[in-house]
């Protein structure tokens, strides 16, 4: 069984077979002590797991769904290590890898011949990826359509690993019809702590005195107006010696408040998606060499 509170991960107790000596906390950390109890617990071959598994599955048998658990917790601790570069607690982790791990108990099927971890790593993996999207930022992310899409993907394994490592990105990418860099651009913006206006610079003065006044003085307001129009005229001047399909793609790709990806405007204007990409590039270098 396991032991719980409101504070605690649940502390893995290896039963009758054998004791679990308690240590002194001021000697181990709460996640060395939790890693250690974990080291006493055995963990299940492919013949006890499957008779586990019978008396659970057919009998509802609470003392094999326990054994389960805990036999089955070293794989869960594994797969949490491999966030822990989210800079977010292990024991936290861990403790929602093994909501994941109860959750595919109770829905595991052994007659599909597998074991139960191969089946239970997808919930251990998507309870830690729903659990690191919660606790990423108090600030509801994603304004548009484009920015909902790739934070909900954020749950899957390998799109968050494309947004932290840069691995994959271009692949992942592709999924939404926009490049790498695009890509790593948006998801960053998910990917930022929240700070507390309340804590301390490095200057030992509260964050929240370093915020500039929202207000700018008359002669900048004017200076911004001014230079506002210009670019506009500008970017209008600039458009007009685009062609009719180039300037479609710059106008719903970029000054659009929803922009389409590229997988839509290829779709509407029946060419491929990486021709819409050359056209939109080429475009792009019109409008700088025309603009500067």
């Known amino acids: 069984m396991t032991k719980t509170n409101n504070d605690q991960l649940p502390i893995p107790v290896a ?33 006890e ?6 008396k659970w599955t057919e009998d509802k048998d609470l003392q ?19 966030y ?12 929602e ?15 599909r011949g597998f074991r139960l971890m191969t089946y239970a790593s997808w919930w251990v993996r998507a309870a830690i990826h729903d659990y690191i999207l919660k606790s990423w930022s108090i600030v509801k992310m994603g304004t548009n359509k484009m920015q909902r899409r790739i934070f909900s993907g954020l749950k899957k394994a390998k799109h968050a690993i494309a947004a932290i490592e ?10 939404y019809g926009i490049t790498g860099s695009e890509f790593q651009n948006i998801a960053s913006s998910f990917l930022q702590r929240d700070m507390s206006l309340d804590s301390e610079s490095e200057e030992g003065t509260s964050m929240v005195m370093a915020l500039p006044s929202p207000d700018l003085h008359p002669e900048e307001q004017v200076i911004n107006a001014d230079w506002k129009s210009h ?5 209008h001047d600039a458009m007009s ?12 790709r970029h000054l659009s408040e929803e922009p389409d990806t590229l997988k839509d405007l290829a779709g509407e204007l029946g060419i491929s998606i990486e021709r819409v990409r050359q056209l939109e590039a080429r475009a792009m270098k019109k409008l700088r060499a025309t603009m500067t």
């Open 97 to 111: 890898g093994t909501i994941g791990l109860m959750k595919a108990i109770h829905r595991f099927d052994p007659s």
């Open 84 to 95: 822990r570069h989210f800079g977010l607690p292990e024991m936290d982790l861990i403790q």
């Open 15 to 47: 039963g009758k077979a054998k004791s679990v000596a308690r240590y002194r906390s001021d000697e181990l950390s709460p996640l060395d002590m939790w890693y250690r109890e974990l080291r006493q617990i055995e963990k299940l071959g492919r013949e």
């Open 166 to 175: 840069g691995r994959l990105d271009e692949e992942v990418a592709n999924e």
């Open 231 to 235: 670019q506009s005229n500008q970017l």
């Open 241 to 252: 010696h685009l062609s009719d399909r180039d300037r479609l793609i710059i106008t719903r």
């Open 49 to 54: 797991e499957a008779e586990l598994t019978k």
């Open 64 to 82: 094999a769904a326990q054994r389960l658990l805990l036999g089955n917790l070293h794989a869960v601790a594994a797969i949490a290590r491999e």
